[in-house]
C-alpha cells in the first residue's frame, strides 16, 4: 500500500477549506490500507514538506488547491515536478473560476485545468453556467446540489478507475455533486492523458470533463515516464459536506444542501470505489 499526503495549498484557517474538511476522505484511504498524512501549509514562504517532498518517501500527493491563485511557490513548484520525475503520483482537484489556479504552475498538470484568468476554455464555454451565484464567475458547471450525486457518463474504454470495487467490474455510475464545478480537460498532442468521465449540468445540459487521467507522460529531464496523475474538476468530490453536509462547510457556502447521501448510501460507497482505485492506480 501507499504512503498518501493530502495537502491543501493553504494555511490552517478554520473557516476555510482547511484538511480537516476532507476527513472522511482521509478515512476511505486509510481504511484502504493506505499510510495517510494530512496537512494545511506551515509557512506563505516555502513550505518544509511541499519544498523537500521529492526527497520524502511520500508515494502520493493529493493536492487539495483551494488558494486563489499564490498556493505554491517557485521551490515547492520544483520539488512537486522532481516528485513525479521520480515516480510520484499526483492527484490534483481545484474549484470554480479561479479558486486553485497556482495549479497552471506545474508545467504539464496545469495544462488539464481551466481557469477564469489563465489556460481558459474555448471562448464559447466562457460563460456562467451557475445561475444562482451570479459572483461567482465561469467555469462554474452546476451538476447538482451538495450532499447530492451527478449521473455520470463513463468515457469508453472504461478506464480502471471506474470499475466497481465489489467483484462486479461494473462502471461507476455517480459522483458527488457541486453547483459550481471547474474546468478541466487534455491539450491537443497530449496522447498520454485522456478524459475519463463528464457530467452534464442540471441547469444548462452542458457537458463537461469530470476527470482527467494521465498515465506515460515522458519526463522532463530524463528518458523515463512521469508518475500518473488525475486531475478533478472540483474537490468538492472529495469534501466531507459533500460526503455528509451535517459536518458543515465555511460560512461563505450558501448553497442549500442535498439529501441524496442519507436516502441513496449506496451511491456514496460506489463512488468510494473509486477513491479505493485513485489509491492503487496512483502507486502503479
Not at 462554474?140 to 462486479?168: K, M, W
Not at 455517480?174 to 487534455?186: K, M, N, S
Not at 476527470?211 to 474538476?233: F, K, L
Request: with cysteine; glycine share 10%; hydrophobic share 35%.
Amino acid at each position: 500500500m501507499a504512503k498518501v499526503l493530502i495537502q491543501t495549498t493553504i494555511a490552517a484557517v478554520e473557516d476555510d477549506w482547511n484538511v480537516g474538511r476532507f476527513s472522511l476522505l482521509a478515512q476511505t484511504l486509510s481504511r484502504a490500507g493506505h499510510e495517510v498524512t494530512t496537512r494545511n501549509r506551515e509557512s506563505e514562504s516555502d513550505d518544509p514538506l511541499l519544498r523537500r517532498l521529492a526527497e520524502s518517501d511520500y508515494d502520493q500527493l493529493w493536492l487539495m488547491a483551494v488558494d486563489t491563485g499564490e498556493g505554491l511557490t517557485e521551490q515547492e513548484v520544483a520539488s512537486i515536478l522532481a516528485f513525479r520525475e521520480r515516480g510520484g503520483g499526483v492527484l490534483t482537484a481545484r474549484d470554480h473560476q479561479d479558486l486553485g489556479s497556482s495549479l497552471t504552475k506545474l508545467h504539464s498538470l496545469g495544462a488539464f485545468n481551466h481557469f477564469h484568468s489563465l489556460n481558459l476554455e474555448e471562448e464559447e464555454r466562457r460563460a456562467a453556467d451557475d445561475q444562482d451565484n451570479p459572483n461567482i464567475g465561469f467555469p462554474n458547471y452546476h451538476s447538482c446540489a451538495n450532499g447530492d450525486f451527478q449521473t455520470i457518463t463513463v468515457l469508453e474504454p472504461v478506464h480502471e478507475l471506474l470499475r466497481r470495487d465489489n467483484g462486479s467490474g461494473e462502471p461507476i455510475g455517480f459522483f458527488p455533486a457541486h453547483p459550481h464545478e471547474g474546468a478541466v480537460g487534455v491539450p491537443p498532442g497530449t496522447p498520454f492523458a485522456r478524459v475519463i468521465a463528464q457530467g452534464r449540468s442540471s441547469v444548462s445540459g452542458r457537458t463537461f470533463n469530470l476527470a482527467v487521467a494521465i498515465d506515460g507522460e515522458p519526463q522532463e529531464t530524463g528518458n523515463g515516464t512521469m508518475g500518473r496523475a488525475v486531475a478533478e474538476s472540483t474537490f468538492h468530490h472529495f469534501a466531507d459536506m459533500n460526503w455528509d453536509p451535517k459536518r458543515g462547510a465555511p460560512s461563505f457556502v450558501t448553497d442549500p444542501p442535498g439529501s441524496e447521501v442519507y436516502t441513496e448510501p449506496d451511491k456514496l460507497e460506489a463512488f468510494k470505489d473509486y477513491v479505493r482505485n485513485l489509491g492503487r492506480w496512483l502507486s502503479k
